[in-house]
Protein backbone atom coordinates (compact mmCIF):
# COMPACT_ATOMS: atom_id res chain seq x y z
CA UNK A 1 0.00 0.00 0.00
CA UNK A 2 1.46 3.16 -0.72
CA UNK A 3 1.70 6.25 1.60
CA UNK A 4 1.08 9.50 1.08
CA UNK A 5 3.69 11.84 2.07
CA UNK A 6 4.53 15.75 2.28
CA UNK A 7 2.24 18.44 4.08
CA UNK A 8 -1.43 18.07 4.76
CA UNK A 9 -4.06 18.14 3.43
CA UNK A 10 -3.62 17.54 -0.08
CA UNK A 11 -5.76 18.98 -2.79
CA UNK A 12 -6.75 15.68 -5.11
CA UNK A 13 -8.41 16.86 -8.45
CA UNK A 14 -11.50 14.50 -9.24
CA UNK A 15 -12.07 15.95 -13.02
CA UNK A 16 -15.46 16.63 -11.88
CA UNK A 17 -17.77 19.57 -12.97
CA UNK A 18 -20.64 20.21 -10.51
CA UNK A 19 -23.08 20.23 -12.76
CA UNK A 20 -22.19 16.77 -14.72
CA UNK A 21 -25.09 14.27 -13.75
CA UNK A 22 -28.19 16.81 -12.78
CA UNK A 23 -30.66 15.34 -13.78
CA UNK A 24 -29.49 13.09 -10.86
CA UNK A 25 -31.08 13.77 -6.67
CA UNK A 26 -29.36 12.72 -3.68
CA UNK A 27 -30.83 9.45 -3.48
CA UNK A 28 -28.57 8.57 -6.66
CA UNK A 29 -25.58 9.94 -5.73
CA UNK A 30 -26.35 7.81 -2.05
CA UNK A 31 -26.83 4.88 -4.56
CA UNK A 32 -23.63 4.42 -5.68
CA UNK A 33 -21.64 4.99 -2.36
CA UNK A 34 -23.60 1.98 -1.34
CA UNK A 35 -23.07 0.42 -4.18
CA UNK A 36 -19.36 0.71 -3.81
CA UNK A 37 -19.68 -0.65 0.06
CA UNK A 38 -21.54 -3.84 -1.06
CA UNK A 39 -18.70 -4.47 -3.60
CA UNK A 40 -16.25 -4.52 -1.61
CA UNK A 41 -18.36 -6.54 1.18
CA UNK A 42 -18.47 -9.15 -2.04
CA UNK A 43 -14.77 -8.95 -3.16
CA UNK A 44 -13.14 -9.02 0.46
CA UNK A 45 -16.05 -11.82 1.73
CA UNK A 46 -16.52 -9.67 4.59
CA UNK A 47 -19.82 -8.41 6.51
CA UNK A 48 -22.68 -6.87 4.87
CA UNK A 49 -22.34 -2.96 5.01
CA UNK A 50 -24.23 -0.98 7.66
CA UNK A 51 -26.65 2.21 7.15
CA UNK A 52 -27.57 4.02 10.00
CA UNK A 53 -27.95 7.31 11.00
CA UNK A 54 -26.78 8.80 14.18
CA UNK A 55 -27.89 10.78 17.06
CA UNK A 56 -26.92 14.49 15.01
CA UNK A 57 -29.13 13.52 11.86
CA UNK A 58 -26.36 11.79 9.57
CA UNK A 59 -25.74 9.45 7.54
CA UNK A 60 -23.33 6.24 7.90
CA UNK A 61 -22.57 4.00 4.96
CA UNK A 62 -20.00 1.58 6.40
CA UNK A 63 -18.04 -1.58 5.09
CA UNK A 64 -15.33 -3.92 7.07
CA UNK A 65 -13.36 -4.19 3.55
CA UNK A 66 -9.74 -3.23 3.32
CA UNK A 67 -9.99 0.41 3.67
CA UNK A 68 -9.86 3.26 0.83
CA UNK A 69 -7.00 5.26 -0.25
CA UNK A 70 -6.39 8.04 -2.52
CA UNK A 71 -5.62 5.35 -5.49
CA UNK A 72 -9.26 4.52 -5.31
CA UNK A 73 -10.26 8.45 -6.45
CA UNK A 74 -8.48 7.84 -9.50
CA UNK A 75 -10.95 6.68 -12.86
CA UNK A 76 -10.48 3.66 -15.35
CA UNK A 77 -11.02 0.40 -15.24
CA UNK A 78 -10.66 -1.99 -11.88
CA UNK A 79 -9.17 -4.97 -12.76
CA UNK A 80 -10.48 -7.12 -9.60
CA UNK A 81 -14.13 -6.04 -10.66
CA UNK A 82 -13.76 -6.50 -14.35
CA UNK A 83 -12.52 -10.45 -13.77
CA UNK A 84 -15.55 -10.70 -10.78
CA UNK A 85 -18.45 -9.68 -12.77
CA UNK A 86 -21.69 -11.77 -10.98
CA UNK A 87 -20.03 -10.23 -7.66
CA UNK A 88 -20.32 -7.12 -8.43
CA UNK A 89 -21.75 -3.88 -9.55
CA UNK A 90 -19.69 -1.02 -10.58
CA UNK A 91 -16.41 -1.49 -13.22
CA UNK A 92 -15.60 1.32 -14.31
CA UNK A 93 -14.31 3.39 -10.95
CA UNK A 94 -16.74 6.18 -11.53
CA UNK A 95 -19.46 5.51 -9.33
CA UNK A 96 -17.45 7.01 -5.89
CA UNK A 97 -16.49 10.28 -7.97
CA UNK A 98 -19.72 10.77 -9.69
CA UNK A 99 -21.57 10.45 -5.77
CA UNK A 100 -19.55 12.72 -4.35
CA UNK A 101 -20.14 15.19 -7.38
CA UNK A 102 -23.58 14.74 -6.75
CA UNK A 103 -23.94 15.05 -3.56
CA UNK A 104 -21.90 18.15 -3.17
CA UNK A 105 -24.45 19.44 -5.82
CA UNK A 106 -27.67 18.68 -3.92
CA UNK A 107 -25.51 20.45 -0.93
CA UNK A 108 -24.81 16.95 1.21
CA UNK A 109 -22.02 17.46 3.26
CA UNK A 110 -19.62 14.30 2.66
CA UNK A 111 -16.79 13.00 4.81
CA UNK A 112 -15.01 9.68 3.62
CA UNK A 113 -13.29 8.04 6.85
CA UNK A 114 -10.61 4.80 6.29
CA UNK A 115 -7.42 3.58 7.96
CA UNK A 116 -5.61 5.15 5.35
CA UNK A 117 -6.87 8.65 4.89
CA UNK A 118 -9.89 10.71 5.35
CA UNK A 119 -11.40 13.37 2.94
CA UNK A 120 -14.15 16.16 2.83
CA UNK A 121 -14.80 17.21 -1.23
CA UNK A 122 -14.30 21.21 -2.28
CA UNK A 123 -14.76 23.15 -5.20
CA UNK A 124 -11.33 24.39 -6.23
CA UNK A 125 -9.69 25.82 -9.26
CA UNK A 126 -8.04 23.26 -11.69
CA UNK A 127 -4.10 23.04 -10.78
CA UNK A 128 -2.23 25.68 -13.37
CA UNK A 129 -6.08 27.22 -14.71
CA UNK A 130 -7.29 29.59 -12.17
CA UNK A 131 -10.85 30.25 -14.16
CA UNK A 132 -11.58 26.08 -14.18
CA UNK A 133 -12.97 25.05 -11.12
CA UNK A 134 -13.64 21.63 -10.40
CA UNK A 135 -14.47 19.39 -7.85
CA UNK A 136 -11.36 18.14 -5.67
CA UNK A 137 -10.98 15.76 -2.40
CA UNK A 138 -9.39 17.11 0.23
CA UNK A 139 -7.69 14.27 1.15
CA UNK A 140 -5.86 14.76 5.32
CA UNK A 141 -4.22 12.03 7.43
CA UNK A 142 -6.54 9.38 8.48
CA UNK A 143 -8.53 10.35 11.83
CA UNK A 144 -9.65 6.76 12.39
CA UNK A 145 -6.28 4.65 11.53
CA UNK A 146 -7.66 1.34 13.26
CA UNK A 147 -10.54 1.77 11.86
CA UNK A 148 -11.60 -1.73 9.60
CA UNK A 149 -13.01 -0.57 6.34
CA UNK A 150 -14.55 2.68 5.01
CA UNK A 151 -16.86 4.83 6.49
CA UNK A 152 -18.84 7.65 4.53
CA UNK A 153 -20.90 10.34 6.38
CA UNK A 154 -23.68 12.24 4.84
CA UNK A 155 -24.63 15.64 6.33
CA UNK A 156 -27.52 16.88 5.00
CA UNK A 157 -29.54 14.03 3.10
CA UNK A 158 -32.74 13.29 4.47
CA UNK A 159 -34.03 9.78 5.67
CA UNK A 160 -36.64 10.20 2.31
CA UNK A 161 -33.12 10.16 0.18
CA UNK A 162 -31.64 7.24 1.93
CA UNK A 163 -34.56 4.71 1.52
CA UNK A 164 -35.37 5.64 -1.84
CA UNK A 165 -31.55 4.50 -2.71
CA UNK A 166 -31.75 1.41 -0.64
CA UNK A 167 -35.06 0.34 -3.19
CA UNK A 168 -32.50 -0.13 -5.67
CA UNK A 169 -31.12 -2.89 -3.96
CA UNK A 170 -32.36 -6.32 -3.25
CA UNK A 171 -30.99 -6.41 -0.27
CA UNK A 172 -32.62 -3.97 1.16
CA UNK A 173 -36.20 -5.01 0.19
CA UNK A 174 -38.70 -7.91 1.58
CA UNK A 175 -38.96 -9.38 -1.58
CA UNK A 176 -39.74 -13.41 -1.25
CA UNK A 177 -37.56 -15.28 -2.65
CA UNK A 178 -39.54 -18.28 -5.27
CA UNK A 179 -36.03 -20.40 -6.44
CA UNK A 180 -32.69 -20.45 -7.23
CA UNK A 181 -31.42 -21.48 -10.11
CA UNK A 182 -27.61 -21.06 -12.19
CA UNK A 183 -28.56 -18.41 -13.97
CA UNK A 184 -30.34 -16.17 -11.03
CA UNK A 185 -32.88 -16.13 -9.26
CA UNK A 186 -37.19 -15.70 -8.79
CA UNK A 187 -38.66 -14.02 -7.02
CA UNK A 188 -42.36 -12.14 -6.03
CA UNK A 189 -42.97 -9.08 -7.41
CA UNK A 190 -43.68 -5.85 -5.52
CA UNK A 191 -46.87 -5.09 -3.41
CA UNK A 192 -48.12 -2.75 -6.18
CA UNK A 193 -47.66 -5.94 -8.75
CA UNK A 194 -44.94 -4.18 -10.66
CA UNK A 195 -41.60 -6.54 -11.40
CA UNK A 196 -38.05 -5.60 -11.05
CA UNK A 197 -35.16 -6.80 -12.67
CA UNK A 198 -31.91 -6.94 -10.74
CA UNK A 199 -28.15 -7.40 -11.93
CA UNK A 200 -26.38 -9.15 -8.92
CA UNK A 201 -28.48 -7.29 -6.85
CA UNK A 202 -29.13 -4.02 -8.44
CA UNK A 203 -32.35 -3.17 -9.75
CA UNK A 204 -31.65 -2.24 -13.36
CA UNK A 205 -35.48 -2.18 -15.01
CA UNK A 206 -38.55 -2.06 -13.80
CA UNK A 207 -41.28 -4.40 -15.66
CA UNK A 208 -44.99 -3.34 -15.78
CA UNK A 209 -46.37 -7.28 -16.98
CA UNK A 210 -44.04 -9.78 -15.81
CA UNK A 211 -45.06 -12.25 -13.68
CA UNK A 212 -41.95 -12.30 -11.16
CA UNK A 213 -39.16 -10.19 -10.45
CA UNK A 214 -35.56 -11.81 -11.34
CA UNK A 215 -32.41 -11.01 -10.25
CA UNK A 216 -29.59 -11.66 -12.50
CA UNK A 217 -26.60 -13.68 -10.89
CA UNK A 218 -24.60 -15.43 -13.56
CA UNK A 219 -24.42 -12.36 -16.27
CA UNK A 220 -23.21 -12.26 -20.04
CA UNK A 221 -21.55 -9.48 -21.87
CA UNK A 222 -24.77 -7.94 -23.07
CA UNK A 223 -25.79 -7.40 -19.64
CA UNK A 224 -22.77 -5.95 -18.81
CA UNK A 225 -22.22 -4.03 -21.63
CA UNK A 226 -25.40 -2.42 -20.98
CA UNK A 227 -25.08 -1.56 -17.47
CA UNK A 228 -24.66 2.42 -18.06
CA UNK A 229 -23.38 5.03 -15.92
CA UNK A 230 -27.26 5.66 -15.01
CA UNK A 231 -27.37 1.95 -13.81
CA UNK A 232 -31.22 2.20 -14.71
CA UNK A 233 -33.48 1.76 -17.57
CA UNK A 234 -31.67 -0.97 -18.96
CA UNK A 235 -33.28 -2.61 -22.09
CA UNK A 236 -35.28 -5.54 -22.03
CA UNK A 237 -33.40 -6.77 -24.94
CA UNK A 238 -30.09 -6.94 -22.47
CA UNK A 239 -31.78 -9.24 -20.09
CA UNK A 240 -34.93 -11.18 -21.55
CA UNK A 241 -32.27 -13.91 -23.08
CA UNK A 242 -31.17 -14.31 -19.34
CA UNK A 243 -34.49 -13.87 -17.82
CA UNK A 244 -35.77 -16.86 -20.22
CA UNK A 245 -32.81 -19.28 -19.01
CA UNK A 246 -33.84 -18.41 -15.21
CA UNK A 247 -37.13 -19.62 -16.05
CA UNK A 248 -36.41 -22.62 -18.23
CA UNK A 249 -33.87 -24.02 -15.24
CA UNK A 250 -36.83 -23.47 -12.88
CA UNK A 251 -38.34 -26.62 -11.67
CA UNK A 252 -40.64 -26.03 -8.49
CA UNK A 253 -43.82 -26.52 -8.38
CA UNK A 254 -44.82 -23.73 -7.49
CA UNK A 255 -43.12 -21.60 -10.29
CA UNK A 256 -44.28 -23.77 -12.68
CA UNK A 257 -47.67 -23.58 -11.39
CA UNK A 258 -48.40 -19.62 -11.94
CA UNK A 259 -46.41 -20.29 -15.42
CA UNK A 260 -49.24 -22.62 -16.39
CA UNK A 261 -52.01 -20.59 -15.00
CA UNK A 262 -50.77 -17.55 -16.85
CA UNK A 263 -49.79 -19.31 -20.30
CA UNK A 264 -54.11 -20.45 -19.90
CA UNK A 265 -54.40 -17.07 -20.50
CA UNK A 266 -52.56 -16.39 -24.01
CA UNK A 267 -55.73 -17.39 -25.70
CA UNK A 268 -57.19 -14.71 -24.49
CA UNK A 269 -54.35 -12.47 -24.91
CA UNK A 270 -54.50 -11.59 -20.89
CA UNK A 271 -51.15 -13.12 -19.96
CA UNK A 272 -48.03 -11.46 -18.53
CA UNK A 273 -45.16 -11.11 -21.03
CA UNK A 274 -42.90 -14.02 -19.90
CA UNK A 275 -45.73 -16.27 -20.97
CA UNK A 276 -45.25 -14.99 -24.73
CA UNK A 277 -41.92 -16.84 -24.93
CA UNK A 278 -42.17 -20.12 -26.55
CA UNK A 279 -39.37 -21.63 -24.93
CA UNK A 280 -41.28 -20.71 -21.03
CA UNK A 281 -44.63 -22.39 -22.64
CA UNK A 282 -42.85 -24.94 -23.07
CA UNK A 283 -40.78 -25.25 -20.15
CA UNK A 284 -43.88 -24.44 -18.17
CA UNK A 285 -45.54 -27.80 -19.47
CA UNK A 286 -42.73 -30.16 -19.49
CA UNK A 287 -42.54 -28.78 -15.40
CA UNK A 288 -46.37 -29.30 -14.97
CA UNK A 289 -46.67 -32.68 -16.70
CA UNK A 290 -44.08 -33.61 -14.08
CA UNK A 291 -45.96 -32.80 -11.22
CA UNK A 292 -49.34 -33.22 -11.38
CA UNK A 293 -51.99 -34.97 -14.01
CA UNK A 294 -52.32 -32.17 -16.57
CA UNK A 295 -53.50 -32.56 -20.64
CA UNK A 296 -52.04 -30.77 -23.15
CA UNK A 297 -54.31 -29.15 -25.99
CA UNK A 298 -54.86 -26.52 -28.34
CA UNK A 299 -58.28 -24.57 -28.78
CA UNK A 300 -58.71 -26.55 -31.58
CA UNK A 301 -59.01 -29.42 -29.90
CA UNK A 302 -60.81 -28.41 -27.40
CA UNK A 303 -63.92 -28.18 -29.70
CA UNK A 304 -62.98 -31.20 -31.78
CA UNK A 305 -62.52 -33.20 -28.82
CA UNK A 306 -64.71 -32.90 -26.09
CA UNK A 307 -65.87 -35.81 -25.08
CA UNK A 308 -62.66 -37.45 -24.78
CA UNK A 309 -61.83 -34.31 -22.20
CA UNK A 310 -64.16 -34.47 -20.47
CA UNK A 311 -63.52 -37.84 -19.87
CA UNK A 312 -60.19 -36.75 -18.58
CA UNK A 313 -61.51 -34.00 -16.60
CA UNK A 314 -63.77 -37.59 -14.69
CA UNK A 315 -60.04 -38.63 -14.37
CA UNK A 316 -58.91 -35.94 -12.57
CA UNK A 317 -57.01 -34.47 -14.66
CA UNK A 318 -56.16 -30.61 -15.84
CA UNK A 319 -56.89 -29.37 -18.95
CA UNK A 320 -54.11 -26.94 -20.41
CA UNK A 321 -55.09 -24.40 -23.84
CA UNK A 322 -52.04 -24.05 -25.18
CA UNK A 323 -50.99 -22.09 -28.53
CA UNK A 324 -50.47 -24.67 -31.41
CA UNK A 325 -46.82 -23.81 -31.73
CA UNK A 326 -46.37 -24.67 -28.38
CA UNK A 327 -48.45 -27.99 -28.73
CA UNK A 328 -46.43 -28.79 -31.72
CA UNK A 329 -43.20 -28.24 -29.75
CA UNK A 330 -44.31 -30.44 -26.95
CA UNK A 331 -44.61 -33.58 -29.47
CA UNK A 332 -40.74 -33.72 -29.47
CA UNK A 333 -39.92 -33.33 -25.84
CA UNK A 334 -40.37 -35.29 -22.72
CA UNK A 335 -40.95 -33.57 -19.56
CA UNK A 336 -38.16 -32.59 -16.44
CA UNK A 337 -38.18 -36.15 -15.48
CA UNK A 338 -38.02 -37.95 -18.73
CA UNK A 339 -41.42 -38.80 -18.68
CA UNK A 340 -44.08 -38.35 -21.92
CA UNK A 341 -45.80 -35.66 -22.43
CA UNK A 342 -49.24 -36.24 -21.89
CA UNK A 343 -51.81 -34.61 -24.82
CA UNK A 344 -54.88 -35.97 -26.35
CA UNK A 345 -53.10 -38.91 -28.61
CA UNK A 346 -51.54 -39.74 -25.27
CA UNK A 347 -54.47 -39.48 -23.27
CA UNK A 348 -56.72 -41.34 -25.66
CA UNK A 349 -54.28 -44.45 -25.29
CA UNK A 350 -54.48 -44.32 -21.48
CA UNK A 351 -57.91 -44.37 -21.71
CA UNK A 352 -58.09 -47.42 -24.25
CA UNK A 353 -55.53 -48.77 -21.74
CA UNK A 354 -57.74 -48.58 -18.66
CA UNK A 355 -60.38 -50.68 -19.83
CA UNK A 356 -60.27 -54.78 -18.61
CA UNK A 357 -62.34 -57.01 -20.29
CA UNK A 358 -63.58 -60.53 -18.89
CA UNK A 359 -64.87 -61.57 -21.54
CA UNK A 360 -68.32 -63.73 -22.01
CA UNK A 361 -68.68 -66.26 -24.41
CA UNK A 362 -71.84 -65.80 -26.34
CA UNK A 363 -72.48 -69.87 -25.30
CA UNK A 364 -72.83 -68.24 -22.21
CA UNK A 365 -75.05 -65.64 -22.56
CA UNK A 366 -79.01 -66.05 -21.35
CA UNK A 367 -82.02 -66.47 -23.69
CA UNK A 368 -83.13 -62.73 -22.94
CA UNK A 369 -79.55 -61.70 -23.80
CA UNK A 370 -79.08 -63.78 -26.57
CA UNK A 371 -82.26 -62.61 -28.30
CA UNK A 372 -80.89 -59.04 -27.97
CA UNK A 373 -77.25 -59.87 -29.33
CA UNK A 374 -78.78 -61.90 -32.80
CA UNK A 375 -79.54 -58.40 -33.83
CA UNK A 376 -76.19 -57.60 -34.31
CA UNK A 377 -75.67 -58.10 -37.63
CA UNK A 378 -78.78 -56.88 -38.58
CA UNK A 379 -78.16 -53.69 -37.75
CA UNK A 380 -74.93 -53.21 -38.25
CA UNK A 381 -75.71 -54.17 -41.76
CA UNK A 382 -79.00 -52.15 -41.80
CA UNK A 383 -76.53 -48.93 -41.46
CA UNK A 384 -73.96 -50.17 -43.77
CA UNK A 385 -70.92 -50.48 -41.31
CA UNK A 386 -70.58 -54.25 -41.29
CA UNK A 387 -67.36 -54.40 -43.50
CA UNK A 388 -65.46 -51.59 -41.37
CA UNK A 389 -65.99 -53.53 -38.04
CA UNK A 390 -64.04 -56.54 -37.13
CA UNK A 391 -65.52 -57.82 -34.57
CA UNK A 392 -68.11 -57.52 -31.82
CA UNK A 393 -67.34 -58.83 -28.47
CA UNK A 394 -68.81 -58.82 -24.66
CA UNK A 395 -67.43 -58.30 -21.73
CA UNK A 396 -68.47 -58.50 -17.99
CA UNK A 397 -66.37 -55.33 -17.08
CA UNK A 398 -65.04 -52.31 -18.65
CA UNK A 399 -62.69 -49.83 -16.91
CA UNK A 400 -60.86 -50.85 -13.79
CA UNK A 401 -60.93 -47.54 -12.37
CA UNK A 402 -63.66 -46.80 -10.20
CA UNK A 403 -63.92 -43.33 -10.78
CA UNK A 404 -67.75 -43.43 -11.63
CA UNK A 405 -67.21 -42.93 -15.31
CA UNK A 406 -69.92 -45.80 -16.15
CA UNK A 407 -68.30 -46.95 -19.79
CA UNK A 408 -71.08 -49.27 -21.46
CA UNK A 409 -69.13 -50.06 -24.68
CA UNK A 410 -66.28 -48.99 -26.66
CA UNK A 411 -64.92 -48.56 -30.07
CA UNK A 412 -61.19 -49.49 -30.52
CA UNK A 413 -60.12 -48.36 -34.05
CA UNK A 414 -57.10 -50.37 -33.94
CA UNK A 415 -58.64 -53.57 -33.44
CA UNK A 416 -61.25 -52.22 -35.20
CA UNK A 417 -63.59 -54.00 -32.53
CA UNK A 418 -66.81 -52.54 -30.60
CA UNK A 419 -66.78 -54.02 -26.99
CA UNK A 420 -70.42 -53.98 -25.32
CA UNK A 421 -70.95 -54.80 -21.53
CA UNK A 422 -73.08 -58.06 -21.11
CA UNK A 423 -75.62 -56.21 -18.46
CA UNK A 424 -76.49 -54.15 -21.75
CA UNK A 425 -77.57 -56.97 -23.37
CA UNK A 426 -80.89 -56.73 -20.81
CA UNK A 427 -82.81 -53.99 -23.39
CA UNK A 428 -83.06 -55.03 -26.83
CA UNK A 429 -83.61 -50.99 -27.13
CA UNK A 430 -80.59 -50.39 -24.92
CA UNK A 431 -78.36 -52.25 -26.97
CA UNK A 432 -79.18 -51.39 -30.43
CA UNK A 433 -78.94 -47.90 -29.19
CA UNK A 434 -75.52 -48.67 -27.74
CA UNK A 435 -74.51 -50.52 -30.77
CA UNK A 436 -75.18 -47.90 -33.03
CA UNK A 437 -73.58 -45.48 -31.24
CA UNK A 438 -70.40 -47.34 -31.35
CA UNK A 439 -71.03 -47.75 -34.56
CA UNK A 440 -71.14 -44.34 -35.31
CA UNK A 441 -67.41 -43.68 -33.90
CA UNK A 442 -66.59 -46.71 -36.35
CA UNK A 443 -67.89 -44.48 -39.07
CA UNK A 444 -65.66 -41.32 -39.36
CA UNK A 445 -63.94 -41.97 -36.32
CA UNK A 446 -64.99 -38.98 -34.46
CA UNK A 447 -65.39 -39.02 -30.90
CA UNK A 448 -68.78 -37.90 -28.93
CA UNK A 449 -69.83 -34.27 -28.74
CA UNK A 450 -68.62 -33.60 -32.13
CA UNK A 451 -70.47 -32.03 -35.21
CA UNK A 452 -68.92 -34.88 -36.74
CA UNK A 453 -70.68 -37.80 -34.69
CA UNK A 454 -73.21 -36.00 -34.61
CA UNK A 455 -73.67 -36.25 -38.37
CA UNK A 456 -73.13 -39.99 -38.27
CA UNK A 457 -75.48 -40.50 -35.87
CA UNK A 458 -78.31 -38.52 -36.92
CA UNK A 459 -77.60 -40.69 -40.82
CA UNK A 460 -78.51 -43.75 -38.75
CA UNK A 461 -81.43 -42.40 -36.72
CA UNK A 462 -82.80 -41.60 -40.56
CA UNK A 463 -81.93 -45.16 -41.54
CA UNK A 464 -83.35 -46.89 -38.59
CA UNK A 465 -86.21 -44.73 -38.62
CA UNK A 466 -86.96 -45.01 -42.06
CA UNK A 467 -86.75 -48.83 -41.47
CA UNK A 468 -88.92 -49.19 -38.64
CA UNK A 469 -91.59 -47.21 -40.52
CA UNK A 470 -91.62 -48.91 -43.65
CA UNK A 471 -90.01 -52.21 -42.98
CA UNK A 472 -86.71 -52.17 -43.08
CA UNK A 473 -86.75 -54.74 -46.24
CA UNK A 474 -88.01 -52.06 -48.03
CA UNK A 475 -85.88 -48.72 -46.86
CA UNK A 476 -84.46 -47.54 -49.80
CA UNK A 477 -80.90 -48.53 -50.90
CA UNK A 478 -80.19 -44.82 -51.89
CA UNK A 479 -80.96 -44.14 -48.14
CA UNK A 480 -78.39 -45.75 -46.58
CA UNK A 481 -75.97 -43.05 -46.52
CA UNK A 482 -77.48 -40.02 -46.49
CA UNK A 483 -75.88 -36.74 -46.35
CA UNK A 484 -75.18 -35.41 -42.66
CA UNK A 485 -76.96 -33.39 -40.39
CA UNK A 486 -75.70 -30.47 -39.03
Request: charged residues 35%; negative net charge.
Amino acid sequence: MSVMSGEWPKKFDLNMEEELLEAWDASDGIRELIANSLDEAALSGTNEPEIFEDDEGRWHIRDYGRGLTHQDLTQGEDEEKLNNPDKVIGKFGVGLKDALAVLYRQGVDVTVHSPYITFTVEQASKAGFDDVETLHAVIRKTEHPDLEGTEVILDGCTEEDVEEAKQNFLNYTDAELLEQTRFGEVYEPAGDGSANIYVTGLKVATEEDFLFSYNITNTTKKIRDALNRERSNVGRTAYTARVKKILQACESGDVAERLVDDLEKVQEGTNHDELSWKPVQVHAARVLNARSEAIFVTAEEQGQMKDLLERARGDGKRIVTVPDRTRQELRSKSDVEGGEVRDVDLFQKEWEDSFEFEWVDVSELTERENEAWKLKDEILSLVGVENLIEEVRISETMRSLDDGWKAAGLWEPTERRIVIKRDVLNSKPGFIGLLLHEAAHAKGGATDQTREFEGDLTDFLGITGTAALEGKDQAPQQDRNPVSGS
